[in-house]
């Protein structure tokens, strides 16, 4: 069983890892970024709140997280694994979760932080680019569609940068997430499941590393 949670700074590869892994272990996929997205394309109320933050590169209230991801590990496709990418962020949202997988029954396994240096970051994060239609990701110099202009996995033509993903926002999207990198860290580390990949290998590499760690469990 594996029930994984990835941590890393904006742009350290956790959604690029996270693909490889599903496709390997078949676990559930947990974003919290994406479930934000999905929610505010959709306006609902809780999209309409996060989009306040979210826009601005600030995190979404603890406590609106926290009952977000509560309410898909109660899904059961999460029963034979999950991976969760993003949360948590904080520590209280690492408290917050430690409740709820009691609550549900499904412990933690493994903690596996992705390093990665800010310079590297801003740069990653400025060349990402979004299928409009699947959510697909791609980089401007590391991982191009296979055909120019159309999208590998759904030969969709448009493409778009995330709000987030622009100069002005990225500056503050890592200054908020490094300032609470290094308490989550310890908390796993004191618990005895954080393990770190170093992220600014290849993509095949990090999974590589990655797959050494869960394959052990
Ligand atoms: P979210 O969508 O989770 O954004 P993030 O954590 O900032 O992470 P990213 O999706 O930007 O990066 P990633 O690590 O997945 O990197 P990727 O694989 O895409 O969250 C968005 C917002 O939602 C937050 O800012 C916050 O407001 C809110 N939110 C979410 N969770 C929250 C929480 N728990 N609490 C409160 N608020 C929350 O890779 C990046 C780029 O680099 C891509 O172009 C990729 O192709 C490329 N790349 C990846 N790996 C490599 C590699 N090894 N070598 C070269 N290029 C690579």
Redesign the pocket.
Known sequence: MINLI?L????????????RIVDKYSLAHI???????EAMANKTPVGLE?KS??D???????E???KL?EERLSQSDTNNGFIL??????TA?AEMLEDITKRLKKPLTNVIA?D?DEG??VD??S???MCKSCGA???????KPKVEGTCDRCGSHEFYQ?E??KPEVVKN?LQ??EKMNAPLRDFYQQKGILSVVN?????E??FEDTDAILSKN
Request: charged residues 25%; hydrophobic residues 35%; without cysteine.
């Open positions: 990835l890393g700074l904006p742009g350290a590869g956790k959604g690029t890892v996270s693909e974003s919290t970024g994406d479930m934000f997205r996060a933050y979210i601005k590169g600030n995190l979404v209230p603890d609106v997280t926290a991801v990418d993003g949360f948590p962020r904080t949202q992705l990665v590297v970051l990653r994060l060349a990402r680019f990701t791609y980089n401007k110099f590391s991982k995330r987030d993903d999207r908020v997430n992220g600014e290998q290849s993509p590499k990090v």
